[in-house]
């Protein structure tokens, strides 16, 4: 007998004309992604695909089970409260000591500032045991304005030099909490 989905997500695809005054920036070559009105924003690149699941979304660089690597994002909205000093560098210990892959190599861990919020990521080198192949996993917690956002970002050693730039991007360009009440405008108000 099937299983029966967890859940009955029906996603709707929404395309908005863009006046010309708008203030949606993103690099060439790149889309914005924004979850939650605001509360998560990066530059992805523009011919990835984008496939929502139930609790994250997923960005590849081709249609699986033909792509290389897998982008995903998940985030919460925290409740009122001082988060200033949340041990972001010990949770992000703490995770990479309980990955069940095999782990071959641990890097450092990278911490950025970046108005409210505290971002820190680090990669690691593991063996896929299905692939029987070498991929390194960078992973990533922000939290700041509110929210808290978790990012994945899987990958074969071989293409370490086409998607490390990616990587690059996604830091540079993540935003959290910045709320947009009108799509089409790009404008961040605070709500």
């Given at each position: ?65 033909n792509d290389n690597c897998r982008l995903e994002v998940s ?9 200033t000093l949340f041990p972001l560098v010990s949770v992000m ?39 029987n192949r070498e991929a390194y996993s960078r992973t990533c ?51």
């Open positions: 007998m099937a299983k029966k989905p967890k859940h009955d997500l029906k996603w709707v695809k929404e395309t908005l004309s863009l006046p010309e005054n708008h203030n949606w920036k993103s690099q060439d070559g790149y889309n914005i992604f924004v979850a939650g009105r605001g509360a998560v924003r990066f530059d992805v690149p523009e011919d990835w695909i984008f496939e929502p699941d139930e609790k994250s979304f997923k960005f590849f660089d081709g249609k699986p089970p985030y919460n909205l925290l409740p009122e409260g001082d988060w210990k703490e995770l990479v000591e309980k990955d069940e892959r095999n782990i071959l190599e641990k890097g450092e861990i990278i911490s950025l500032k970046r108005q409210t919020a505290r971002i820190v990521w680090t990669e690691f080198k593991f063996l896929d045991s299905q692939e917690i922000g939290l700041g304005s509110g929210v808290q956002c978790l990012i994945t970002f899987d990958y074969w050693v071989d293409d370490a030099e086409r998607l490390t730039p990616v990587w690059d991007v996604v830091m540079n360009t993540l935003t959290l909490g910045l709320f947009i009440r009108d799509p089409r405008q790009g404008f961040a108000f605070p709500d």
